[in-house]
């Protein structure tokens, strides 16, 4: 799980680059967050939620992730709530969520979102759900299959965290990424940079004599 100390960065962050105007924004914006009881009236969404949704606007879209998983946490979104950010939101609310599941949902009830987004092309998307959450609790199976997503959408391996822990000795994956490798020099294609730096980190450690 993402240390808590990741989201006193954001936050430091954005006190530091976000001008006086959208700091006042943003501190309103966690403050009513923070008041949210927990109850929602289908008519009426939260406060918050609709912060949620402006939050590009009014911080600006380099900051709008940083701003979402900050609103997220004070609000204490539960996997319900997240589920339901995520299915209506725009491609960059979802980023925000899939950032946000290491904070928020200690075991692997977020799991379906990071499947759903790694069944989309958006490559923002993927990149966000090949995070430390996924580095925690994708079972191996899928976890191979997004890092061969990685490669064929174009996401760079560096996204994958805790990548060189969960590629170490794998030799499933190994075989997968021989594979895919095949496949593409046998269409003509070129092999991606970030395959051969993969299938390094897949070889067992050697014992010293």
Not at 59 to 82: E, S
Not at 94 to 119: I, K, M, Q, Y
Not at 127 to 156: D, I, M, N, Q
């Amino acid at each position: 799980m993402t240390p808590p100390t990741t989201l006193a960065a954001l936050r430091a962050q954005l006190d530091t680059t976000l001008t006086g105007a959208a700091r006042a924004w943003l501190d309103q914006a966690l403050a009513e967050a923070a008041a949210h009881t927990g109850t929602r009236d289908e008519k009426a969404p939260p406060v918050w939620e609709l912060r949620f949704a402006e939050a590009g606007r009014r911080t600006g879209q380099d900051h709008a992730d940083a701003t979402r998983v900050l609103l997220l946490h004070a609000a204490r979104a539960d996997t319900d709530t997240l589920t339901r950010l995520y299915a209506q939101g725009t491609a960059a609310e979802r980023c925000a969520v899939l950032t946000s599941l290491p904070h928020l949902v200690p075991g692997p009830e977020g799991l379906p979102l990071v499947e759903d987004a790694l069944r989309t092309n958006d490559t923002r998307l993927v990149a966000a759900a090949v995070g430390p959450y996924a580095a925690e609790h994708l079972p191996a199976h899928h976890w191979r299959h997004a890092v061969l997503k990685c490669l064929f959408t174009g996401v760079s391996v560096d996204a994958v965290a805790e990548l060189w822990r969960r590629a170490h000795g794998d030799a499933e994956l190994a075989r997968m990424l021989d594979d895919f490798a095949q496949e593409r020099t046998a269409a003509g294609r070129s092999v991606p940079e970030d395959l051969h730096r993969v299938l390094t980190l897949t070889a067992p450690a050697t014992e010293e004599s």
